[in-house]
């Protein structure tokens, strides 16, 4: 489905226009149209680097240097992409005051390049290293893309990666996103499945609250008793954001 129905569209908007604090949570659908593929999806990374071998702490710890073809690999992917309408149609509402927060999976920063302010990156950023041993931080730079050993941390010595969030690590941020969303009375999910806990748990939160939850992805039926609008984010949030801002002539 090319175009969302107007209907829906309609709805979500008149949703979002009556919400006093409305908190957004996206995950990779947001950011395919960016030209950054879901890791899950046919020949996405996970078909080269099987999660289990790369994308664990215990991997990192016993391999650093193996799992760094993963970290270089997964980075190149993230130099060209920038952030599409979505992202932007995103922002705009948040300087306009129609939404109070983003909470996303992605780590690929492009909300925060879009403009968006108050963001929480659940899973970390793959642009900022993290030294394991002291815990200090810089920049991922062009230079930690080419062959070669695993860098290291000017301070300490010790092994940088990403700052990101691997399989058998705590998700941190999780507890700031949970507060963000209980005092909220409309979650906006986009571009996830929202299956995966903890982040699977946040609509449930709302609803239970009596908050509405509207669900924008390419497919229905993901979230029981959400208002759906189906299609590509790209399309998709640009027209509920005109309608939010302009009424419903907007999306005619």
Do not use: K
Not at 87 to 93: E, G, K, Q, T
Not at 201 to 213: D, I, K
């Amino acid at each position: 489905m090319s175009h969302p129905d107007a209907a829906s569209v309609a709805e979500a908007a008149a949703i979002l226009r009556e919400a006093g604090n409305v908190v957004v949570l996206t995950g990779a659908g947001i950011s395919v149209e960016s030209g950054i593929p879901d890791f899950r999806s046919a020949g996405g990374l996970w078909e080269e680097f099987p999660p289990e071998d790369y994308a664990t702490v215990e991997a990192l710890r016993r391999d650093p240097e193996r799992v760094w073809e993963f970290f270089r690999a997964l980075g190149r992917g993230l130099v060209e992409p920038r952030p599409n309408p979505a992202h932007d149609a995103l922002a705009r509402l948040e300087q306009e005051g129609h939404v109070h927060a983003v909470v996303t999976q992605n780590i690929d920063g492009l909300h925060r390049r879009a403009g968006s302010r108050r963001v929480i990156e659940v899973h970390g950023s793959h642009h900022e290293l993290r030294c394991e041993g002291c815990a200090a931080r810089r920049p991922f730079g062009l230079a930690d893309l080419e062959p070669g050993p695993a860098p290291t941390c000017e301070a300490c010595s010790g092994l940088l990666r990403p700052d990101v969030v691997l399989f058998g690590e705590p998700v941190d941020a999780i507890d700031e996103a949970i507060a963000l969303v209980e005092g909220c009375d409309c979650l906006w999910v986009i571009g996830t499945s929202a299956l995966v806990y903890p982040v699977a748990g946040l609509p449930a939160l709302v609803q239970a609250r009596g908050g509405a939850v509207i669900d924008c992805n390419v497919e229905a039926g993901g979230i029981p008793g959400a208002v759906e609008v189906c299609g590509p984010a790209g399309r998709t949030i640009p027209r509920i954001a005109a309608a939010v801002a302009g009424g419903a002539s907007e999306i005619a």
